[in-house]
């Protein structure tokens, strides 16, 4: 029985947007429709990088601005022209290194033009590319590059001593931007490999099925695993830039995400640049005062951020938004954690702004389910799937349920930018599958009658904590590294400000007593040993975990007792 719903409405403003009839393209949009915009129409190959920066080249857009660098200190700006010969003096200094097709180049580094520019340039010679989160540390970074056995690495000197190369024999290279002293084994200075490098490059062209970048992303059990894409993902990374993020000739585009994680390479890099638009970087720290002003400075038109921050700027008070000229802006997005609708009025009030949600995930490699400018915004939703895709509520044997049923949140196997692998693990790949063939997200939420899509949480315990996700797995083996710790369980917390916090409830051995100093002991532990964003901001001590009686520990019970709630089905538990 369907019940009647009511829904909060923002219409569309009406203003032309590059799709303006979401029902109409979703009826009848093929993906064999956009395959003409790419050269593999013609010869059968193609490349990222080319498609990315090259092509621009020969177009009118050869000396327009594809990114401008901003940080404290100011802006440098890179034209397509010179993006090209600078990716192609880096694709140069990597095969000068003996880097091959397919071979994992890793780039461990802080957001400056040398990352965008080294990962096209890996690209352009067929290289894999693996990013990571500048915040990572030692043990984060060994699992990664061991796992993929990288065989290049593009770091910094205070970043090196996190790279355990004792431990990692295939790491061939660790390649240094600011390597200008003595260079210690495996070693190369960045400089002297690029001022080496020819400004032109052969390109590897490549199988639109060609992987092309391996972003590591946490499950609820295990290491972290490595989501791969391939090439053939620019199909819709393009499209969703054109639609979704409604990139024009124009604008200015500033999309917030690091590089380490897939929103700063899906919509940092890749469709901005698909689109030939100009691609703002902004160095250095949060604050709503750089942030503010990097709007107003640089007229930025189309901006892409996340509800954590959009919280921060909200406590931080209309005021300051207000003292900045922010009325350059014509559309702004949000992904990586539910939007609140609090969120979205106060962006009306004071941006003069819809904030456009939209959902999608590592695995899937761009937008999957989104709000676009022509659609009505139902405050609370995450929209609707982009044409070519199907989203669908299903239940735990793969059967669609009907509107405001809480399910599996799935999507149809089969779209461009899906992953292809998980790195070394064929059988967590197929793990995604096993409901009849759908994808299946780990995400909970319901369907409305209309078709759009309410979140509703993870049906696992993965944390999402201000938009970057977490294993709990990850962290509870951190802390029992630690001699202090017998046992650790760890779950996300609510929080007001973070979406969630971690918190880790952990038993002491024996000879250990609960200190102030001991728990703030623990959370260094794991912040200087995973990274700072995984470690509990909580700890809790208690002296025994429930298990169930195969000895794996209860996050649920944990997270029912933390809240209140009740403990439901424990017949599993160990006594
Ligand atoms: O739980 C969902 C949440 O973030 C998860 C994916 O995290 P990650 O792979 O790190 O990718 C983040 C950015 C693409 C999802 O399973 N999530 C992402 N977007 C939203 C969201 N939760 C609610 N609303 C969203 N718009």
Known sequence: MQEMHTHEIIPSTGKPSNLSSYEQTYATFRWEDIHAEFSWHTTGKVNMGYEAIDKHTTTHRRDKTALIYADDGGAQTFTFEEMRKFSNRFGNAFRSLGVQKGDRVFFFMPRTPEIYAGVIGALKIGAIVGPLFEAFMEGAVEDRLSDAEASVIVTTNALKSRIPKERLPHLKHIVLIDGEGELEDREASYKALIDAASEELDIEWVDLEHPMILHYTSGSTGKPKGVLHVHGAMLQQYITGHWVLDLREDDVYWCTADPGWVTGTSYGIFAPWLNGATNLIRGGRYS????????QDYKVTVWYSAPTAFRMLMSAGDDDAERYDLTSLRHVLSVGEPLNPEVIRWGMKVYKQRIHDTWWMTETGAHMIVNVPSMDIRPGSMGKPIPGTKAAIIDDEGNEVPPYTLGNLALQAGWPSMMRRIWNNPAKYEEYFKL??????????????????????????????????????????????????????????????????????VSLREDYVETPELLEELKQHVKTGLAAHAAPREIEVIDKLPKTRSGKIMRRVLKAKELGLPLGDLSTIED
Not at 288 to 295: E, G, K, P, V
Not at 463 to 489: C, D, M, Q, W, Y
Request: proline share 5%; charged share 25%.
């Open 288 to 295: 709503a005062d750089r942030w503010y002003s990097t709007i």
């Open 436 to 505: 009849k063939g759908w994808y299946v997200s780990g995400d909970s939420a319901y369907m409305d009658e209309d078709g759009y899509f309410w979140f509703q949480g993870r049906v696992d315990d993965v944390i999402n904590t201000s938009g970057e996700r977490v294993g709990p797995f990850e962290v509870e083996s951190k802390l029992v590294e630690h001699p202090a710790v017998a046992e650790a369980g760890v779950i996300g917390k609510p929080d007001p400000l973070r979406g969630s916090i971690i918190k880790a409830f």
